[in-house]
């Protein structure tokens, strides 16, 4: 599966992006989708899933109430929806994929740029 990510940008805090994740490939055999972020300095984490089919949605606790994981199938693509953003959301932002029949986020696309400024 193959993973573009856009939708990064330059906002100021308390300001709001969306970032879009294009599958192509293998779609059918997505299991879920996932967006995670590396900010300077610091390990990759874990921000947000969806289920591909069943649309289960997972959040990190420091993005609960902020951020918002959507699909649109039909256009095999996964949206993160970021409001009231904060310095500290200041990242690459990128997006995996995890297939049928694993346990890990296998395929990632490409990061993204998110600068929160204060």
């Known amino acids: 599966v193959q993973l573009q990510a856009s939708g990064g940008g330059l906002v100021q805090a308390g300001g709001s992006l969306r970032l879009s994740c294009a599958a192509s490939g293998r779609t059918s055999s997505i299991y879920a989708l996932a967006w995670f972020r590396q900010a300077p300095g610091k390990e990759r984490e874990f921000v947000a899933s969806i289920g591909w089919s069943g649309g289960s949605r997972y959040y990190t606790d420091s993005v609960k109430g902020r951020f918002t994981i959507s699909r649109d199938n039909a256009k095999n693509t996964v949206y993160l929806q970021m409001n009231s953003l904060k310095p500290e959301d200041t990242a690459v932002y990128y997006c995996?994929?995890?297939?049928?029949?694993?346990?890990?986020?296998?395929?990632w696309g490409r990061g993204t740029q998110v600068t929160v400024s204060s």
């Open positions: 995996a994929a995890r297939l049928d029949g694993t346990q890990i986020y296998g395929d």
